[in-house]
Nanobody, 114 residues
């Protein structure tokens, strides 16, 4: 069974940066393209960044120009570099495929203070 473990979240001031990691327990080539989502209390998970099979990337409008998705196949890890963070970026961040097909991990909390 595929397991995805997110990490790298934390508390940061507005304008700061964080890099999230998503480690898979299998070769990334065995996975459907991994996507980053985020969720705030009472809301559904929403797509933040997606890396397509042809290596194109898609981003939610709210994070374009600030977030970058990348991967390291040797480490079975997908990253989300988040720059110029805003309070509205506060959420729990998850990784999964698109559409989500693997068990959800616990996510990693990102809190941006104003």
């Amino acid at each position: 069974q595929v397991q995805l473990v997110e990490s790298g979240g934390g508390l940061v001031e507005a304008g700061g940066s964080l890099r999230l990691s998503c480690v898979a327990n299998t070769n990334l080539r065995n996975l459907i393209t991994i996507t980053w989502y985020r969720q705030t209390p009472g809301q559904e998970r929403v797509l933040v960044a997606r890396r397509l099979s042809d290596l194109r990337t898609l981003y939610a409008d709210s994070v374009k120009g600030r977030f970058t998705i990348s991967q390291d196949n040797a480490k079975n890890t997908i990253y989300l570099q988040m720059n110029n963070l805003k309070p509205d970026d506060t959420a729990v961040y998850y990784c999964n495929s698109y559409p989500a097909r693997y068990p959800w991990g616990q996510g990693t909390q990102v809190t941006v203070s104003s």
